[in-house]
């Protein structure tokens, strides 16, 4: 037996062939232990500079060493007549067991000489199971005769009493390891019982006939965005070009302007509602969207207020999820700026009586029109007469932003008929471009 021992050790193990020979030929040792350190630090001997041509003359002095002595090995040629004999019976022995020996046996070896895979879907076994089955996610796993699980529907009906059957599972990277058991008794539960799918697993169900098919069960994650989109078409009078913004949680945007705004699932969703909330997230208004699996949803609205906008999602197990606030910030037009920018200080006036004036306006989106405004303010209750003098009109908003309007007239007092003690009191006012609307 020992013998037999050492031979298959030294048959399956190429280091236990070579202290084997050391061992009873120790004229083969030097060779043998410079063949031994090559196989185990080959990178080492190429990085100390040895060459091919060396180590290929070295395997060779090996090659060339006398046959060894079958007698010093424990083997006669008896003893070696022998081993094939036995060697021989075992392989014979080894095929018809994989040949011939039935049911769970015979499908171990085969799954592991052809692959798990391949053998355990194909079965005639008491027990079926489907290909592939979706659950929720972390859905317990419940299997019984008497309380069926709600996704997976498995018939008990051909296990007799006498059956035990063990559940296996398996999930990527992993053994397939027992989670439970059904028995054939009055209860036919399996105990214990606890599978939480949250990732993906195979299960089968394993017993004397041999293994079942392979069922594949398939987390359905909870709905969730994965991304927004948000389109931007700002009032025409403005001017600004159509932007996208994409996942961000507060967008600024003119009021008026009309906006799009798109949501992509990570999978089907069998219905959405649109939810306008308040600053303090109470919902003020629900709308429902779709009714039917989909996984991209859109909502068009014109911005006249500062809107804050969610989305909630259900799919066909129930499972719920709602996307981020979605802060929508109405920019108000801003009011133009006027400045007088001479005279800045009491001048004298000039024998004519004509006052030279210089002006500037400017608007965030651009102006309509300029105008300077006075009056004389004599005492009287009721005041002067208001002028008016135009100094630019109907620019429908070429000039503002970055560009401001710079004007400049003259304020004519000859054509006032002044008195002394009158006092003379102008302004400017600018209104800005708000397209086919009355000026702001």
Known sequence: AWRVAVFFVALFNSKGILERLEQTHPEYRNE????????AHGDEVKHLGFSPALIKALRKEVEELPPPQWARLGLSPTTRKSLLGLGAVGAAAL???????????QKLVRAHLYGEQEILTESTFPVDLPGKVEVPFRHELTLSREGEDPYLHVDFTKVSPDQKLDLLAKTEGNEWRVVGRVSGDNSNTIAPLSLSIDRPTQICFSG??????VCEVVPVY???????????????Y??????????????????????????KTNGPVLASTLEILSPTRSVLESTPLVSE???TFSHRFDLADNTHVRLTLSDRFGQRGMSDVLHM????????????????????LPPDLRIPIKMTARDDIGLSTVEMI??????MPAGGQYHREVLADHLAGLVGGATPFIGETVLDLSALDLWPGDQVVYWFEATDYRGALPPG
């Open 208 to 213: 004397e006939e041999g293994l079942s098919t």
């Open 222 to 236: 909870p709905p969730a965005v994965e991304s927004t989109e948000v389109a931007i078409e700002a009032p025409d």
């Open 32 to 39: 043998l232990s410079t063949l031994v350190y090559l196989d």
């Open 329 to 348: 910030i109405a920019v108000a037009d801003g009011s133009p700026e006027v400045e007088i920018l001479s005279p800045t200080r009491e001048v004298t």
């Open 293 to 295: 699996a989909s996984e």
């Open 374 to 379: 006075y009056r004389v303010d004599n005492g």
């Open 95 to 105: 095929i018809g067991f994989i040949l011939f020996s039935p049911g769970y046996t």
């Open 238 to 263: 403005t001017g600004k070009p159509r932007t996208m913004v994409s996942d961000s949680e507060r967008i600024e945007a003119f009021e008026g302007s009309r906006i799009a705004v798109d949501w």
